[in-house]
Protein backbone atom coordinates (compact mmCIF):
# COMPACT_ATOMS: atom_id res chain seq x y z
CA UNK A 1 0.00 0.00 0.00
CA UNK A 2 1.25 3.34 -1.13
CA UNK A 3 1.60 5.82 1.85
CA UNK A 4 3.32 9.08 1.48
CA UNK A 5 3.96 10.61 5.22
CA UNK A 6 4.89 15.17 5.06
CA UNK A 7 6.17 16.77 7.92
CA UNK A 8 8.43 19.69 8.62
CA UNK A 9 5.69 22.61 8.02
CA UNK A 10 5.66 25.26 10.34
CA UNK A 11 5.00 29.19 10.97
CA UNK A 12 8.56 31.52 9.44
CA UNK A 13 9.21 34.63 8.78
CA UNK A 14 9.13 36.29 5.70
CA UNK A 15 12.60 35.53 4.04
CA UNK A 16 13.18 32.60 6.36
CA UNK A 17 13.42 29.22 5.30
CA UNK A 18 11.98 25.17 5.57
CA UNK A 19 13.14 22.22 5.13
CA UNK A 20 9.81 20.14 4.36
CA UNK A 21 10.28 15.98 4.28
CA UNK A 22 7.96 13.26 2.88
CA UNK A 23 8.73 9.88 3.65
CA UNK A 24 7.35 6.81 1.35
CA UNK A 25 6.37 3.60 1.73
CA UNK A 26 4.30 0.58 -0.39
CA UNK A 27 7.39 1.56 -3.14
CA UNK A 28 10.62 2.61 -4.04
CA UNK A 29 11.26 6.18 -4.51
CA UNK A 30 14.36 5.31 -7.22
CA UNK A 31 13.21 6.16 -10.34
CA UNK A 32 9.89 7.04 -9.06
CA UNK A 33 8.34 10.49 -10.02
CA UNK A 34 7.41 12.72 -7.02
CA UNK A 35 5.69 16.24 -6.76
CA UNK A 36 5.14 18.66 -4.15
CA UNK A 37 1.61 20.54 -4.51
CA UNK A 38 0.16 23.08 -2.47
CA UNK A 39 -3.14 24.41 -1.59
CA UNK A 40 -3.48 27.90 -0.38
CA UNK A 41 -7.02 28.97 1.55
CA UNK A 42 -9.59 29.89 -1.21
CA UNK A 43 -7.41 28.72 -3.85
CA UNK A 44 -6.93 25.58 -6.10
CA UNK A 45 -3.89 23.17 -5.74
CA UNK A 46 -1.16 24.59 -7.77
CA UNK A 47 1.80 22.02 -8.50
CA UNK A 48 4.94 23.43 -7.01
CA UNK A 49 7.75 21.16 -8.17
CA UNK A 50 8.02 17.12 -9.47
CA UNK A 51 11.28 15.64 -9.95
CA UNK A 52 11.97 12.19 -11.21
CA UNK A 53 15.87 10.84 -12.90
CA UNK A 54 17.26 14.40 -12.92
CA UNK A 55 14.26 16.43 -14.24
CA UNK A 56 12.51 18.76 -12.43
CA UNK A 57 9.69 21.06 -13.14
CA UNK A 58 9.37 24.06 -11.33
CA UNK A 59 6.48 26.56 -10.75
CA UNK A 60 8.03 29.70 -11.94
CA UNK A 61 6.81 31.79 -8.39
CA UNK A 62 9.04 29.04 -6.33
CA UNK A 63 12.37 29.03 -9.35
CA UNK A 64 15.19 29.82 -7.74
CA UNK A 65 13.89 29.79 -3.95
CA UNK A 66 12.66 25.74 -4.04
CA UNK A 67 14.72 22.60 -4.05
CA UNK A 68 14.07 18.95 -4.14
CA UNK A 69 16.26 16.22 -3.31
CA UNK A 70 15.89 12.62 -2.50
CA UNK A 71 17.79 10.30 -0.25
CA UNK A 72 16.31 6.84 -1.93
CA UNK A 73 18.20 4.47 0.69
CA UNK A 74 16.06 6.31 3.26
CA UNK A 75 12.82 6.62 0.83
CA UNK A 76 12.45 9.84 1.78
CA UNK A 77 12.25 13.39 -0.11
CA UNK A 78 12.83 16.76 0.64
CA UNK A 79 11.79 20.38 -0.29
CA UNK A 80 13.85 22.63 0.61
CA UNK A 81 11.92 26.15 0.84
CA UNK A 82 14.60 29.65 0.85
CA UNK A 83 13.24 33.03 1.02
CA UNK A 84 10.02 32.11 1.94
CA UNK A 85 7.14 34.68 0.61
CA UNK A 86 3.80 35.25 2.60
CA UNK A 87 2.18 33.99 -0.52
CA UNK A 88 3.86 30.96 0.38
CA UNK A 89 1.36 29.80 2.91
CA UNK A 90 -0.25 26.66 2.10
CA UNK A 91 -0.71 22.99 2.83
CA UNK A 92 2.10 21.87 1.20
CA UNK A 93 1.69 17.88 0.00
CA UNK A 94 3.89 15.34 -1.67
CA UNK A 95 2.17 13.58 -4.44
CA UNK A 96 3.35 10.78 -6.77
CA UNK A 97 1.91 8.30 -9.31
CA UNK A 98 4.48 5.70 -8.48
CA UNK A 99 5.47 5.67 -12.08
CA UNK A 100 9.01 6.46 -13.36
CA UNK A 101 7.84 10.13 -14.48
CA UNK A 102 6.61 13.40 -14.19
CA UNK A 103 3.42 12.87 -16.22
CA UNK A 104 1.22 13.60 -13.32
CA UNK A 105 2.88 17.22 -13.23
CA UNK A 106 1.26 19.45 -12.18
CA UNK A 107 -1.08 18.46 -9.75
CA UNK A 108 -3.23 15.06 -11.28
CA UNK A 109 -1.07 12.35 -8.92
CA UNK A 110 -2.84 9.23 -7.65
CA UNK A 111 -1.35 8.99 -3.99
CA UNK A 112 -1.51 11.77 -1.63
CA UNK A 113 -0.15 12.40 1.57
CA UNK A 114 -2.07 14.35 4.07
CA UNK A 115 -0.07 17.51 3.86
CA UNK A 116 1.89 19.98 6.24
CA UNK A 117 0.84 23.82 6.69
CA UNK A 118 3.26 26.37 6.04
CA UNK A 119 2.63 29.31 6.96
CA UNK A 120 4.74 32.69 6.24
CA UNK A 121 3.92 35.52 8.16
CA UNK A 122 5.54 38.54 10.28
Known amino acids: QVQLVESGGGLVQPGGSLRLSCVAS????????IGWVRQAPGKEREGVLCNNDGLTYYQPSVKGRFTMSRDDAKNTVYLQMNNLKPEDTAVYYC?????????????????WGQGTQVTVSS
Open 95 to 111: ATDARGSCSAWPINYHY
Open 26 to 33: GFTLDNTG
